[in-house]
T-cell receptor, first 115, second 113 residues
Framework: GAGVSQSPRYKVAKRGQDVALRCDPISGHVSLFWYQQALGQGPEFLTYFQNEAQLDKSGLPSDRFFAERPEGSVSTLKIQRTQQEDSAVYLC?????????????FGEGSWLTVV | AQSVTQLDSQVPVFEEAPVELRCNYSSSVSVYLFWYVQYPNQGLQLLLKYLSGSTLVKGINGFEAEFNKSQTSFHLRKPSVHISDTAEYFCAVSEPGYSTLTFGKGTMLLVSP
């Protein structure tokens, strides 16, 4: 597609519920990133994929967070047993290559509110 | 570890006035520097980036930034702002050995008539 597409755009979850957030990167992009952006803060890195390989998951805040990209295109971020502190915008981004010089393109985000 | 400091959380300015948004980074190695803009309820859009070469970088929408290695700064400037420039601006750094970008906390630019 023309840009990075994320769904759902808005999600309200009850505390303890599991949620799944989907990301469709730009077609052919090798690198895929997930970020978490809390209200009034900058995006914080969660995890990085190169094709289907998850090369860095150092930013995932707990083992309740899990991400996958099984076929090297679409990715899903799953949050189990959601807590109120998980409320944030989850941004997906992609990059054409693994080269740091290449531009990273962001989706519009999935807004998660845990009540 | 890389980190980015944006010294101002909010910058109010009148339309057609010049503006400077400040960004400092902490790294002792060669870095790449970026400015992104985020309009309400939207994702981040790249304004400009510094990889190497000329320290003055020109971006979209009339913005430019100057890389200053001795002061570890990468301030964003625009000579004359428009109402439509009202948005959140994020400075980010990419360092060798790190997978991705590290962002500052952002500066909200508020342009009023």
């Amino acid at each position: 597609g023309a840009g990075v597409s994320q769904s759902p755009r808005y999600k309200v979850a009850k505390r303890g519920q599991d949620v799944a957030l989907r990301c469709d990167p730009i077609s052919g992009h090798v690198s895929l990133f997930w970020y978490q952006q809390a209200l009034g803060q900058g995006p914080e890195f969660l995890t990085y994929f190169q094709n289907e390989a998850q090369l860095d998951k150092s930013g995932l805040p707990s083992d309740r967070f899990f991400a996958e990209r099984p076929e090297g295109s679409v990715s899903t971020l799953k949050i189990q047993r959601t807590q109120q502190e998980d409320s944030a915008v989850y941004l997906c981004a992609s990059r054409r290559t693994e080269d740091r010089e290449d531009t990273i393109y962001f989706g519009e985000g999935s807004w998660l509110t845990v009540v | 570890a890389q980190s980015v400091t944006q010294l101002d959380s909010q910058v109010p300015v009148f339309e057609e006035a010049p503006v400077e948004l400040r960004c400092n980074y902490s790294s002792s190695v060669s870095v790449y520097l970026f400015w992104y803009v985020q309009y309400p309820n939207q994702g981040l859009q790249l304004l400009l980036k510094y990889l190497s070469g000329s320290t003055l970088v020109k971006g979209i929408n009339g913005f430019e930034a100057e890389f200053n290695k001795s002061q570890t700064s990468f301030h964003l400037r625009k000579p004359s702002v428009h109402i439509s420039d009202t948005a959140e601006y994020f400075c980010a750094v990419s360092e060798p050995g790190y997978s991705t970008l590290t962002f500052g906390k952002g500066t909200m630019l508020l342009v009023s008539p």
